[in-house]
Every structure is written in structure tokens, then in C-alpha cells.
């Protein structure tokens, strides 16, 4: 047996006593320091920590090392991917603030390499708007280096991956399965590009299927290891709903992108901002929810306030003017012309340059909206 596997398996034999889940590990953690110290406490010293019952005292105290046990930690080399525990520096330390973090992770990648995340996660039935905003969304906030953190199921969460790994950044995939049952099976290649550049990270076993009861605890991670969320297109009861709440039981910023008023695909977003939620237009909106812990987590990884302020299309300013007051639903020009004060023929010509740019596009009747990318369904 070599050191790492020697230093992993007390982490894995005392998740694997039954009755002790991520609460009594991180409290017999906190009591013992090490696993194998908890593994060789008395009988006295275990009934001492709080929620450690006569019966779990004495399943710790008689528990042996299981061969499944054995054959995952050596699958884990195998298979190119490696365990971290909550004693681990790459470990993010956000998540250790949870009440119940995973005592180790499994990690396809490099996990240490990304900086202040940001999770944004959505509805797996998407709309092209819904597409089309959070890959703009996450390309930028890419840009400006944050890491995007989302569930890599179909949909929304798709599309943030993607937009920050075409915007050149990183981004962080949480599984709800292990990494021999990839879920959904159509995002393999997504998962591996996910690997090149960031990290794919899992609480579950190697083999673990994607179980419906596994989501929603997998969302604690997604809510945990973020400085915030972003809900794009969430119907009332959805999955993306429970991130939110469990951000908001974390402690940590909830944000919310508006949609058609009349899509019930976007109720739930539309209620969170009723109850309080950041209203996302831009990546603008949440640097400035966050711009106090942006600078600390910004410092730790060399990156200054100046670098985010500094972004910004290549567009002339009377341009960038015309851009940021349009969006995905057509509007008139006249409502144009009455929004911006600017002259007639001037905006025809500035809208007329953005068309050409690709940036633009005019709908029958003098409507104009920004131009969708092509690749999205």
C-alpha cells in the first residue's frame, strides 16, 4: 500500500460505518483531528461527541476495512482522477464553512487552479433565450476570472460550462453520479473539456448512478463551493429553487435573470426576485453584489479590482450605448430613440454598423434585437 492510499483509506472506513453521514463525520473530525484517530478512540471519547450514539460507538469502534472499499481507492488512480479530503489545501474552503461537507471529494482535474466562483444553474428544458443568456453571462464573467460552478445536466447548466470554456476560462462541474456513470451520457466530451482547463467533482463512489435522490444533495456543493448563485430560468418547483434555498442557508448571495413574464418557465426566477434575489442583467450586477469578497478571494489568486473594471466590448462608446440598451426581445426603434436621446438618423446608422458587426439584428417592422449565437438551439 502506498502513502496516499495509506493517508486516504481511515477517510473512507469511517464514511463507511453505517449512521455516520457528512454531520457526525465533520463533528467526529472536529473532536479527533484525524479519521484514524476516531477509529481508535475509546468507547468514552466517542459517546462524548454529540450525536454519536451507544450503537455508533460501538459500529466505529467494530468496524473493518470492506474489500469494495479497497478495490475503489485503487480504481481511483486508474481511472485519472484522485481524492481530496477536508484536509486537503485544494479542498475549497468555502465548502468546509457548510454544516455538512463531504469529508473528501473525488476530482477529475485541477481543482486548486480555479479562483472565485460563481455558480449559475437553470432549467434542463431551456429556452433559447434562456441558452443564449447564460452562455453571454458565463463568457464574461470567465473573462473575469471567475471560475463558473454549475451540475452539468442538459440545459441551462450546459450552457454555462460552455460559455465559460469558449470565453477561454475555467468552470466546475458537480456530479449528482460518480465518474463511471457520466450523466448525461451526451456531455462525456463536455466532461473531459470540463477536466482540461477546471475540475469535475463528485461526493458519490466511482459507479454511482445518477439516482433522483442524488440532486438535491449534490446542490448543497454547487450552492456551497460558490460566493454565489445565478438562477437563469427556473419554473416554481424546480431543482434550481433548492440551490437557491441552500445558498441562501449557506449564507451566500442568491441572484436571478428575469424572463418573459409570461413563460412559466421562469416563475421561480420571477418569485425569487419578489423575495429579495439580485436581478442579474449583466456580470456588472453581480461584481458589484459582491465586490467585497471579490477583492479578498481576487487578491488570494493575484488579480486586481482594476482588471474587472477594465473589461469591456470593443465597441465605440455611442455603440456599447446601443447594445446594452437591447437585449434578446425585439424593441422598436422609436422606443429606442425615446430611451437613448439620441438623434434619428444617428442611431440608424450606429444600428445599421451593429448589424453589420453581427451584433444586431432587425425584425419586420423596425424591430432590432441582439443577435442570438447561431449554435443554439
Not at 485503487?74 to 457548510?98: F, R, S, V
Not at 444533495?217 to 448563485?229: A, D, K, P, Q, Y
Not at 482594476?306 to 424593441?331: C, F, M, N, T, W
Request: aromatic share 6%; glycine share 8%; proline share 6%.
Amino acid at each position: 500500500m502506498d502513502q496516499k492510499t495509506a493517508e486516504i483509506l481511515p477517510w473512507f472506513i469511517l464514511r463507511s460505518v453505517p449512521g455516520i453521514g457528512n454531520l457526525l463525520f465533520k463533528r467526529l473530525l472536529d473532536r479527533f483531528k484525524l479519521p484514524e484517530n476516531a477509529l481508535t478512540a475509546s468507547y468514552e471519547e466517542l459517546v462524548s461527541v454529540n450525536g454519536i450514539t451507544d450503537r455508533l460507538a460501538r459500529a466505529v469502534i467494530g468496524h473493518k476495512t470492506s474489500d469494495p472499499v479497497k478495490r475503489e481507492i485503487e480504481l481511483i488512480d486508474a481511472k485519472g482522477c484522485k481524492i481530496i479530503t477536508m484536509k486537503d489545501p485544494e479542498y475549497p474552503g468555502l465548502l468546509l464553512q457548510i454544516p455538512d461537507p463531504p469529508p473528501f471529494l473525488y476530482v477529475y482535474g485541477d481543482l486548486g487552479s480555479c479562483s472565485a466562483n460563481i455558480a449559475v444553474v437553470g432549467s434542463r428544458n431551456a429556452t433559447r433565450y434562456g441558452m443564449f443568456t447564460t452562455k453571454k453571462l458565463s463568457a464574461d464573467l470567465a473573462v473575469l476570472k471567475f471560475t463558473i460552478v454549475s451540475g452539468m445536466a442538459r440545459g441551462i447548466d450546459t450552457a454555462a460550462h460552455s460559455g465559460a470554456l469558449d470565453a477561454g476560462g475555467k468552470t466546475i462541474a458537480v456530479l449528482g453520479s460518480g465518474f463511471e456513470k457520466v450523466y448525461p451520457a451526451e456531455n462525456i466530451a463536455l466532461f473531459h473539456r470540463i477536466a482540461r482547463s477546471g475540475a469535475v467533482i463528485t461526493e458519490f463512489p466511482l459507479n454511482a448512478g445518477p439516482e433522483p435522490h442524488h440532486f438535491p444533495v449534490r446542490n448543497r456543493i454547487i450552492s456551497g463551493i460558490s460566493l454565489g448563485t445565478v438562477i437563469v430560468e427556473a419554473a416554481k418547483k424546480s431543482g434550481s429553487l433548492i440551490t437557491a434555498r441552500l445558498a441562501l442557508e449557506q449564507n451566500r448571495e442568491v441572484f436571478a435573470v428575469p424572463g418573459n413574464i409570461h413563460s412559466f418557465k421562469s416563475a421561480g426566477t420571477h418569485s425569487l426576485i419578489k423575495q429579495g434575489a439580485k436581478l442579474v442583467e449583466n456580470a456588472q450586477d453581480i461584481v458589484e453584489e459582491l465586490s467585497h469578497l471579490i477583492r479578498f478571494h481576487m487578491a488570494k489568486n493575484h488579480i486586481s479590482p482594476e482588471d474587472i473594471l477594465k473589461h469591456a466590448p470593443r465597441l465605440s462608446p455611442e455603440q456599447l450605448q446601443v447594445v446594452q440598451a437591447l437585449g434578446p426581445y425585439p424593441v422598436h426603434i422609436d422606443e429606442l430613440i425615446r430611451k437613448l436621446s439620441i438623434n434619428p438618423g444617428n442611431l440608424s446608422s450606429i444600428l445599421l454598423q451593429l448589424e453589420l458587426k453581427g451584433i444586431v439584428v432587425q425584425s419586420p417592422g423596425k424591430m432590432f434585437s441582439i443577435e442570438l449565437d447561431k449554435d443554439v438551439k
